[in-house]
């Protein structure tokens, strides 16, 4: 190729790739939707293409000769999670592409790294260096990642075009990155400036980045190429060392990122290191008695967030701490509610990314709240600047005024300007309502003039405090800029004689710059007289002093009441409760008064005193010292001196002995001993009595120094009660504490297996009890497990005071103890042995046999072993038995869980079970047993073991582990397995390894990769069965690699069908990870028909189509196939089979890992519900989650009524009451109704939310429940009850019908109850993990045709207890009350009658409404299922209950005194009483006097219709005059007249019946495929059309409606002068405005028509009416102007 083809080439490839991934985002964009759910087209962008390029096989050689290779840096990029604003300023002045093309690649590489969102996150904005401001978008454009890419993307360069960085680092500093909302730059947050320049600049640049690098908390981050100056790149960033040059022009300019990043973080970091300032500025708010605004100014440091909390002072350890978290941004208003009246202390925190500030304290008294006071403003308003009384105004008054509870019984507050004169602008008896007085302050003006500030003072003494109320502090506060004109002295003196509490503010400017506020000094005028005095620099500060001012402003109102009001009412009742050891409790009645604010509480231990609120009435003392007496004081305070002290004197107890415990030392001794509870002992008594005689045996003593004692006084058989007390001095002696012993055991009754599972047991039997005695401290049960040989497996000892774990279905958890065993070989029978103890006493053994369950996971398990021939025959034994125990272990009679293999190495490996052969347990144990040694094992190498391995799992399942269980007997052979322990892992191979060997070994374990157990003994195989199996079953828990993989690429729900024209198809559900491409295959039983590689797009729901060509009656497989781009794939199939009609039916579908069994859930103790759900991951309880918030999200974008998160099983009916033709329009109706709920859609919705918090790595935080979306079941009955489809979520429409169309009659009897018990019970339905374990609403719909033959309803009880809802519909002959007791509550809603199947489908809206609405309510279970075992006392009568169905185990029966019985079983409702009688209607109040007649009309309907022509009207209905007329023009008007009294409202009819809906139509055929689009020019000439067009007829519009308005105008302006030259007034007024408002509607000049005159009665302001009326034509000249504005625009 030449050089003048070289860059034509190079052109065309870029402009191809540019266009192909222009294509691809617009496909992208025009599939997404405009809902919360993100689309999974996005999946990768946090791993964006290194760049754009095209392939390499398409470019020269000389271009990769001079691209340079990356090097590699250690630095490890985090994602910036923070809030950050990043403006990037890209050099696009290159008519290159590459180099463009380089800068969007290292710009999205950056933005990968940034959690990108609007509010508390990463923003991003975009510039260039053009001439004109040149943003291409700001901070407020996008919000998300991928959209940032996408305009990123979009970016073009522009040749020819000189850069002006200097220009566009102006603009930047000046316009952008001002936080004041116009593009988007936030207060508090760090900005990031990336600038990437290549080229030089036309303007002067240093100036620009001084002033840009002069914004505080601003970082600059400078990458330069080609022809960029050094001295620019270096002014911009700050320091030549911190510019990243790039030397080789444009060339992998992209490989920077890396270094770009690591240069921003560490600028970041020195950023985020800067201390924080501690919060300032506070101001203080009451909104009312209990809450309190708390406001501070807003710092300029990088605050993230606050931290507050506050507590009540002085009270002890009741004072509870609150804490709270508020944004940046809330400083103006932190509400703190239901607070008392006492004394809060506040506390704020600033927080930044790394650093926090010093923490800020204030306290404020809440008893100030309803403090009542008349306080008046004085405002020096002379000298002042509009700016100055801003402060003033705005500032200082609305945060003084907020600082109180304004109200006629609270404060009032009065503002006063004065200058020359003083002018009452407020007065306090008029603004009692804060938010009138706040709009006061809005409104306030100020003139200048000279200061005369005594003049002010005596207008103030005379008229501010005129109507100021009786006992109520007065308080005059004055705030000036200086010395008065006039004299102050004497007007102060008065004032202070008057009792008033003066408050002198100065405002000046020579105060220190370090004190802002600080209190006045000067001797001079007003200040001698003040109470308190202020000096503020400026009005700015002003503000600030309000906190202050409040407090003191509360102590002067308080000192005040103190002088003036009697003393509080005395504390009533006051007592003392719950007196403990360090404690005790006070309470008192609660008053009614007002003048309490609280109450002060000391005793003589301390000098320390606690204060409550009123609204308390009781208070703790801790910390007391035991056995000393108290003297507490009590006292009201409040708005009046205190009230008399009230004492209560009490004396705290005594400690008794601690931990007394007695144990037998022998057959007639026992050993008693006891720990001290106190220094202050001098001896302790020990008695012993016997328990039911109450006959004291012996009395002991023992000093200080000893804690035990012993007795040989007892005798065996008896139960015994020995009593400890503590004496202290002067012979005071404490409580006993009592402890008891039975000195002979029985042993346990009852002993049997209450569950088994595969490697755990648990055992029940009867606690020992005795006659009013617990032996819960030192009673054991010792269990031994035995093996089928006799040898010892397990001991356990369980310890009678364990607490038992409540179990569902159980409530004699008092009265039954509960162990677990755990280790157990699953599969294999054990024998259990029961023992008593206590105090070295046994009880007789009790026996009992049981078998553990088999693994019943999903396992590809293969058994490899070798038997050379140099064994013994025991060891060659004992080597088989071990295998045969081993092969027990799995439950491998279902292929789709544990799938085994047995393989006998020799250099000849032979396959001795295959996976077909160990379906058969009696087949497999046989071949087994009859294993022997085999030679050739010695020349076995590791890479004939490997080969052997990879055959045996050549037919493995994708997504299952795959355990190799290799056992090696021969103790001189070499390792077989490879050298790496990951080269099998790697194919997804756990290995479980037994070795012989001479001498033992620990275990060794590497995860889920290799388990090795090396032993010396072939004896030891025993000892290592369950650890080998648990090891196993965990490969299912923690999965290797490879098979996580595999479960990610794993396609589900894979399903074929044949289409109309006899070709076929196959859907599917995509896997979680998107793959690479599809394989798909077509098997018969001989070969493979065909094989494709095909590539789909990315989507929830696959469909593939292929040519039928299928023989009859055969049996075919599909297999389908996902690769991962690595190459790692994952296998699922279906297989079909063909009739003699070429009809295709699936025999067999791939199981999923929902229906598959979960053994691993059955190895952990068994818990309660409550239990497993509350439980943290550290044992704390966790609050319950409310999902709601998510299903309904799901549905709604569904767009199904259906609530997601709910199971709905539809129970059919196939006995011999239903018939053939039946049964095909149950189906019918069947597939229609289960359509209509849109199941499909919101499972897709549900996969949308799960792949969404994959790809954001938050699906820990959603329940469960969120991505769950519908289980759908159908199980019909008859004789027995069988699954069609089971339990299962992520279905297709096809799917569905598939399941409905196969179903067929059983014949028989109809069994309902049998079958409501299969559908509680089965695993399929809602008995399988999955379901047990989410909290679903549970629907069933049973569909039936006739009554049962056994007992429905206590079957239908037990459903319901458990939560689920019974929709019963019967068709044909059905027993009304039978279906009623079926269904759910209220029958009339879950219960429906049909008389044959052929109305099914006009039930079908119905059954859809009802089964949506029982979605959305909450699951709840009945009391009577849970377990009662919480502290139930022996000997309480139980309450009678009477049972709604007389089933023998429900009947009552008359016994021994057991625990309260559960509460009955709600009765049927009873009928609907009659309606009450209406009331009767009021009487009409008496009508107003009729007033004198009004002058003639001069302008009457005739002229108004003159002024507003409209079309003739329809006749107008009579409607009652006080009614507005809602009919059209009227026609006709005559002459104003009398009105009558009344007239009516026409009858209206009724509403017809709604018609049934019609028959869904069949879809319409594909369309034919569009014509290319049109070009951009010609798009953009069309819309410029269209829009000039809609300007056109706006303007005439508007036009003609302004030349009616003014028509309109005049004629009302005659109007108007006539009515003021004659005087004229009435109603007349009224029918005006009417006219004017109908004017003002969207059908205005229609109204207007609807005028007619009434007989006019007396009335006033006439002129007023007119002037409203040209009110309303100005404003509607104004909207139509404004409209027109925007249309411009």
């Known amino acids: 190729m030449d050089s003048t083809c070289k860059p034509l080439f190079f052109i065309v490839i870029v402009f191809c790739s540019l266009t192909l991934c222009l294509l691809t985002e617009g496909r992208t964009s025009s599939s997404s939707q405009d809902s919360d759910f993100d689309t999974d087209d996005d999946v990768h962008q946090e791993d964006p293409p290194k760049q754009f390029f095209p392939p390499k096989e398409d470019l020269t050689e000389e271009f990769f000769e001079t691209v340079p290779k990356p090097e590699r840096s250690a630095y490890v990029p985090d994602i910036i999670d923070h809030p950050l604003d990043v403006l990037f300023m890209v050099d696009r002045s290159s008519s290159f592409d590459p180099e463009l093309l380089e800068t969007k690649c290292l710009l999205r590489n950056l933005t990968a790294h940034f959690h990108v969102a609007y509010y508390r996150k990463v923003r991003i904005a975009l510039m260039n260096f053009d001439e004109n401001q040149g943003l291409e978008f700001s901070f407020r454009r996008y919000s998300d990642a991928y959209t940032y890419d996408r305009a990123i993307e979009m970016f073009s360069s522009r040749s020819g075009v000189d850069n002006r960085v200097g220009h566009a680092l102006t603009y930047a500093s000046q316009t952008v990155l001002q936080p004041n909302g116009a593009y988007g730059s936030r207060r508090n947050v760090a900005k990031v400036v990336f600038v990437i320049l290549g080229s030089d600049s036309q303007d002067y640049v240093e100036q620009a980045a001084r002033e840009l690098r002069g914004r505080p908390y601003l970082v600059t981050v400078v990458v330069g190429y080609g022809d960029a100056k050094e001295a620019s790149l270096a002014a911009i960033a700050g320091s030549a060392d911190d510019v990243i040059r790039h030397t080789d022009g444009a060339n992998n300019l992209c490989d920077l990122w890396l270094h770009a990043h690591e240069l921003m973080w560490k600028k970041l970091r020195a950023l985020y290191s800067i201390p924080l300032k501690p919060p300032r500025g506070f101001r ?468 049997r297996v209450f569950t088994v599972a595969e490697t755990q047991v648990q055992l029940e039997w009867k606690f020992l009890r005795f006659s009013h005695y617990q032996t819960h401290d030192k009673l054991v049960y010792l269990v031994r497990l035995f093996d089928e040989k006799g040898n010892q497996v397990d001991e356990r000892q369980f310890h009678n005071n364990t607490r038992n774990l409540p179990l569902q279905g159980r409530n004699d958890h008092d009265q039954t103890f509960f162990a677990i065993i755990s280790n157990l070989a699953p599969g294999r029978r054990y024998n259990a ?323 598959r069994s979960k053994t691993r859930n059955s190895l952990v103790v068994i818990q309660s519900r409550s239990q497993r759900r509350n439980k943290g991951k550290r044992g704390r309880t966790r609050p319950r989650v409310r999902p709601s918030k998510y299903l309904k999200a799901i549905s709604e974008r569904a767009n199904s009524c259906l609530m997601a998160g709910c199971n709905v099983v539809f129970l059919i009916d196939g006995s011999n009451a239903t018939r053939s033709h039946d049964l095909n329009l149950l189906k019918n109706w069947l597939k229609r109704l289960i359509n209509s709920l849109q199941i499909e859609a919101i499972d897709k919705a549900a996969e949308y939310k799960k792949r969404q918090a994959i790809r954001r790595h938050v699906l820990h935080r959603l329940p469960p429940i969120a991505t769950y979306g519908v289980g759908l079941s159908i199980v019909q009955y008859a004789e027995q009850a069988k699954v069609v489809l089971p339990m299962m979520t992520r279905l297709t429409r096809r799917q569905i019908n598939q399941y409905v169309n196969s179903m067929k009659l059983s014949g028989g009897g109809a069994n309902t109850g049998n079958a409501l018990d299969f559908v509680r019970r089965s695993r399929s339905v809602f008995g399988n993990n999955s379901t047990r374990s989410l909290p679903t609403r549970n629907i069933v719909v049973l569909v039936t045709s006739g009554k049962s033959e056994d007992n429905a309803s206590h079957q239908a009880i037990k459903l319901k207890r458990e939560g689920a809802l019974v929709f019963v519909v019967g068709v044909k002959e059905i027993n009304k009350q039978w279906a009623n007791t079926i269904a759910s509550n209220p029958p ?59 089933a023998r185990n429900l009947i009552p029966k008359r016994g021994i005194h057991g625990a309260k019985g559960d509460r009955g079983i709600r009765g049927v409702p009873g009928p609907k009483g009659a309606s009450g009688l209406k009331g009767e209607r009021g009487h009409l109040g008496p009508r107003g006097l009729p007033g004198p007649p009004g002058p003639p009309c001069l302008i009457g309907p005739e002229q108004i219709k003159e002024i507003i022509p409209r079309e003739a009207s329809t006749e107008r209905t009579p409607i009652h005059r006080h009614k507005r007329s809602t009919s059209d023009d009227f026609e006709d008007l005559g002459p104003v007249g009398p009105v009558k009294s009344e007239a009516w409202l026409g009858v209206r009819g009724r509403r017809g019946s709604r018609g049934y809906p019609g028959v869904q139509g069949h879809p319409g055929l594909q369309g034919v495929k569009g014509e290319p689009g049109a070009a951009i020019a010609s798009l953009e000439e069309v819309s410029h059309n269209i829009c000039q067009s809609m300007i056109d007829a706006y303007e005439s519009k508007f036009m003609e409606e302004m030349k009616m308005l003014k028509r309109v105008e005049s004629s009302i302006n005659i109007l108007r002068d006539q009515l003021e030259t004659n005087g004229y007034q009435g109603s007349f007024e009224q029918q005006l405005q009417r006219l004017i408002r109908g004017l003002n509607d969207e059908d205005g000049p229609s109204r207007a028509n609807n005028f007619k005159g009434e007989k006019g009665d007396p009335g006033e302001d006439v002129r007023c009416g007119c002037e409203e009326a040209n009110n309303v034509l100005e404003r509607t000249s104004d909207t139509h102007q404004t409209s027109m504005l925007k249309v411009r625009n």
């Open 1388 to 1446: 009339s809603t879950f219960s429906m009658e049909l008389n044959s199947y052929d109305l099914l489908d006009g039930l079908r809206e119905r059954v859809k409404r009802t089964i949506c609405q029982a979605s959305s309510r909450r699951k709840k279970v009945t009391k009577s299922s849970r377990s009662k075992f919480y502290n139930k006392k022996n000997g309480t009568k139980g309450r009678k209950t009477t049972p709604r169905l007389p």
């Open 284 to 751: 203080l708010g009451m909104s009312h008695s209990t809450v309190v605004d708390m406001k501070w100014s807003r710092p300029d440091d990088l605050v993230n967030y606050y931290s507050i909390q506050y507590r009540p002072l002085r009270m002890g350890e009741d004072g509870q701490i609150v804490k709270m978290k508020a944004n940046v941004g809330q400083e103006h208003r932190i509400r703190l509610m239901n607070l008392d009246s006492t004394e809060y202390e506040f506390e704020v925190v600033a927080h930044g990314i790394d650093q926090t500030s010093p923490p800020v304290t204030v306290t404020f008294d809440m008893a100030c709240a309803a403090t009542k006071v008349d306080a008046l403003i004085l405002l020096d308003t002379s000298n002042l600047k509009d700016a100055e009384f801003e402060w003033l105004a705005r500032g200082f008054l609305k945060s003084f005024v907020d600082g109180f509870v304004i109200g006629w019984d609270a404060a009032r507050i009065g503002i006063i300007l004065y200058a020359n004169e003083a002018t009452y602008v407020a007065p306090l008896s008029t603004f009692t309502v804060k938010q009138e007085l706040m709009w006061r302050i809005d409104q306030l003006r100020f003139d200048g003039g000279s200061r005369n500030t005594g003049s002010a003072l005596s207008f103030a003494y005379f008229y501010g405090f005129e109507y100021v109320r009786r006992d109520v502090p007065k308080i005059l506060i004055v705030v000036t800029n200086g010395e008065s004109n006039d004299d102050v002295t004497r007007t102060a003196k008065k004032l202070r004689a008057d009792g008033t509490s003066l408050f002198y503010i100065e405002v000046g400017s020579d105060v220190d710059n370090d004190d802002e506020v600080r209190q006045a000094g000067n001797e001079e005028g007003l200040q001698p007289y003040a109470d308190y005095s202020y000096f503020v620099e400026s009005y700015e500060y002003l503000d600030h002093i309000q906190y202050n001012m409040s407090r003191q402003i509360c102590d002067e109102a308080f000192g005040y009441y103190k002088s003036v009001y009697q003393p509080l009412p005395v504390p009533t009742n006051v007592r003392v409760r719950d007196i403990r050891n360090t404690s005790f409790e006070i309470l008192w009645d609660g008053t009614e008064s007002e003048l309490i604010t609280g109450y002060t509480i000391s005793h003589n231990g301390t000098s320390e005193f606690f204060t409550t609120g009123k609204h308390r009435t009781e208070f703790t003392l801790y910390d007391l010292l035991p056995g000393h007496i108290y003297n507490v004081s009590f006292q009201a305070k409040g708005y009046g001196k205190d009230s008399a002290t009230v004492h209560v004197i009490t004396t705290t107890a005594i400690f008794p002995p601690l931990g007394v415990a007695v144990e037998q030392i022998s057959q007639g001794s026992l050993h008693i001993s006891w720990q001290a509870p106190s220094d202050a002992v001098i001896r302790y008594k020990v008695s012993i009595f016997i328990r039911q005689s109450q006959q004291m045996i012996q009395t002991l003593y023992a000093d200080k120094y000893t804690n035990s004692v012993d007795t040989t006084s007892v005798y065996p058989g008896y139960e015994y009660e020995c009593r400890v007390e503590a004496v202290y001095v002067d012979d005071v002696a404490s409580g006993p504490t009592r402890a008891y012993i039975v000195t002979d055991l029985p042993a346990p009754q009852d002993f």
């Open 833 to 1155: 042995t029961l023992q008593a103890q206590m105090n070295e006493q046994t009880s007789t053994l009790r026996t009992l046999q049981f078998s553990a369950l088999r693994v019943n996971l999903a396992l590809d398990v293969a058994i490899l072993f070798e038997m050379a021939p140099n064994l013994q025959d025991r060891d060659v034994i004992m080597t088989r038995e071990f295998i045969q125990s081993f092969a027990n272990c799995y439950a491998t009679e279902d292929s789709n869980n544990v799938r085994l293999q047995v393989v006998q190495l020799s250099n000849r490996p032979v396959r001795v079970v295959s996976t077909d052969e160990a379906r058969n347990r009696t087949l497999l144990l046989q071949e087994l047993a009859e294993l022997y040694s085999k030679a050739g094992t010695s020349v076995l190498t590791p890479d004939t073991f490997k080969e052997t391995v990879m055959k045996t799992f050549a037919d493995s399942r994708s997504g299952v582990p795959r355990i190799l269980f290799l056992v090696l007997t021969n103790q001189h052979y070499s390792n077989l397995m490879p050298e790496k322990e990951d080269e099998l892992a790697k194919e997804g191979i756990t290995s479980v390894i037994l070795q012989m060997s001479h001498s033992s070994q620990p275990p060794y374990s590497n995860q889920s990769m290799m388990h090795r157990y090396i032993l010396d003994g072939f004896d030891q195989f025993n000892l290592v069965l369950n650890h080998a199996v648990i090891d196993t079953v965990r490969s299912d828990e923690f999965p290797l690699k490879r098979v996580e993989i595999e479960r990610e690429l794993l396609p589900s729900r894979l399903t074929v069908y044949q289409e109309s024209a006899g070709d076929g198809a196959a859907e599917w559900w995509a896997s979680h990870e998107w793959p690479h491409h599809y394989r798909i295959s077509l098997k018969d039983p001989v070969r493979v028909l065909w094989s494709h590689n095909v590539t789909l797009p990315r989507r929830l729901q696959l469909r593939y189509s292929f040519t039928s060509g299928l023989r009859s009656s055969t049996n075919y497989t599909l297999v389908l196939e996902s690769f991962n781009p690595q190459d790692v794939s994952a296998r699922t199939t279906v297989d079909f089979r063909t009739n003699f009609k070429h009809r295709w039916t699936i025999v067999k579908r791939a199981p999923t890992r929902e229906t």
